[in-house]
């Protein structure tokens, strides 16, 4: 049978030095705290991490502060929004909910599921908690969202920026 096989993220010193030294043959400062920043900020990732040092080597700019990188990210998640809402629309408007409480959450935790306090301060308060668990299983199923034992997270993390930062009675249409 088939397995499949998690990657580890690359070590940052050594993903570091080997991006930075791009920005370095074009003279171009890029700290090492920035792109420190950069990498935790997508936990290691290293295709949404090249996404935005890419459109950063483009601009052919020094990268002098967050500022810029923000901007990049917002740019990115502009440029996704189309797809974001075509996956929503793809979505009961219920599994939506959990998407985007899911997001909000950052990681859905087990305990935080079990907590009446969530449920009454969440979207989900109308729904029972059969449903939210069919939503996420849902939503596992669709690559949407990843269960660890820690719990659920959204997988794409430019989605997850944008969850959070969605207004969510939009979910519908």
Request: proline share 1%; aromatic share 16%; with cysteine.
């Amino acid at each position: 049978s088939a397995k499949i096989l998690e990657l580890q993220p690359l070590e940052v010193s050594a993903y570091r030095s080997f991006a930075l030294s791009f920005f370095e043959k074009r003279n171009l400062s890029f700290s090492a705290e920035l792109f420190n920043a950069l990498y935790e900020r997508f936990e290691g990732h290293t295709g949404y991490i090249h996404l935005v040092l890419h459109r950063l080597y483009d601009y052919n700019q020094p990268v002098t502060n967050w500022n810029l990188i923000k901007h990049v990210i917002e740019e990115l998640v502009k440029e996704h929004t189309f797809y974001f809402r075509t996956v929503l629309k793809t979505l009961s408007y219920q599994t939506g909910k959990v998407l985007h409480e899911t997001g909000r959450a950052t990681i859905l935790d087990y305990a935080l599921l079990e907590s009446d306090d969530f449920w009454s301060k969440t979207m989900l308060y109308r729904m029972t908690k059969t449903e939210i668990y069919a939503s996420l299983q849902e939503l596992i199923d669709k690559e949407l969202v990843y269960k660890n034992e820690e719990g659920y997270y959204v997988c794409d993390k430019l989605m997850l920026h944008w969850l959070i930062n969605y207004d969510a009675e939009n979910l519908a249409g």
